[in-house]
């Protein structure tokens, strides 16, 4: 029991919490979550920048997960599964409101998958939820099981475990080349016939909003990859996004970001613009990115969740 209860604190002092907000408290807290190489926050600069504060004011309870910044979906969501608990045992709660950003959607979408009893709703932003062309070309590019590959898995797993420990967040298992084949479209695929709630049932389509699991689904995203010259990341992802020959945010393409209700999948959003990144310098043409998260607390809010 003294471990258990151990456990959940280590797992909740890495989490971005507040008490009553200044709107209408939302029925259950939301527990975000984020994407590959990601963190919930490293010396005070939070991975949704500024995002957290801004949903506390329209009354969310709001905690930021930290699971491995480069595993397989399955992994990352068992430890988001474990986290989940520990936000329940704390706040009382029965259910939480999921939010992932990137390989965050596909790994929000797992919980509620495995474990519906917990979860109200998952909304998924730029999500990967139908494979990266990005990733089918990284994969691609390098032969399996040679000495490159090899290289490069431990290249990527360092990067990932310095990340972890600069953001203070516990220690957790890397695996890139797991990470990397989650993403394709092959991983994809397999990963959706397994876990198919709120998933259209073709590529680009609309999935059902309350699945049959009982749990909504949401999902938008970007589909401009360079919004911002003063933003220096834009130009990298402008090349990312030359392996596409779809709309997509740099790193993933606006179909393969659909699942559930889709409230919009062209924003004029970069992939790090979708999390107020960087530093918040986003399209001056734009409905600024923390406006669509405020924005969703209401809309879970009016649902009842």
Not at 29 to 44: A, E, K, T, Y
Not at 118 to 126: D, L
Not at 245 to 259: A, F, K, T
Request: proline share 5%; glycine share 10%.
């Amino acid at each position: 029991m003294k471990k258990w209860i151990y456990a959940c604190t280590l797992l909740l002092s890495c989490a971005s919490s507040a008490g009553q907000a200044a709107g209408t408290p939302l029925n259950y807290p939301v527990v975000m979550v984020h994407g590959i190489f990601g963190f919930d926050d490293i010396w005070g600069v939070d991975y949704f920048y500024r995002i957290p504060q801004a949903m506390q004011q329209e009354g969310a309870q709001v905690f930021v997960a930290s699971v491995s910044a480069a595993n397989s979906t399955e992994v990352r969501g068992e430890q988001l599964r474990t986290y989940v608990q520990a936000v329940l045992a704390q706040t009382g709660a029965t259910k939480v409101n999921l939010i992932g950003h990137s390989h965050g959607g596909p790994t929000v979408r797992y919980v509620a998958s495995v474990s519906p009893e917990m979860v109200a709703s998952v909304t998924s932003i730029g999500g990967v939820n139908w494979g990266s062309r990005f990733a089918d070309f990284m994969r691609g590019q390098v032969p399996t099981d040679s000495a490159s590959e090899w290289l490069i898995k431990q290249g990527l797993d360092t990067l990932a475990r310095v990340i972890a420990g600069v953001s203070g967040s516990p220690q957790r298992p890397q695996d890139s080349l797991a990470m990397t084949q989650s993403l394709t479209t092959e991983g994809s695929i397999a990963f959706n016939q397994r876990y198919p709630e709120g998933m259209p049932s073709q590529y680009c389509g609309q999935g059902q909003s309350l699945a049959t699991n009982g749990v909504h689904y949401f999902s938008w995203s970007g589909a401009k990859p360079f919004t911002n010259a003063l933003d220096p990341i834009d130009y990298g992802l402008k090349l990312t996004s030359l392996v596409f020959n779809e709309p997509n945010d740099g790193l993933v393409s606006s179909c393969s970001s659909h699942v559930g209700k889709v409230i919009k999948d062209n924003y004029t959003m970069n992939h790090l613009d979708e999390v107020n990144h960087t530093f918040g310098i986003t399209s001056w043409f734009e409905t600024n990115p923390v406006t669509l998260y405020r924005q969703h607390m209401i809309r879970l809010r009016q649902l009842g969740l």
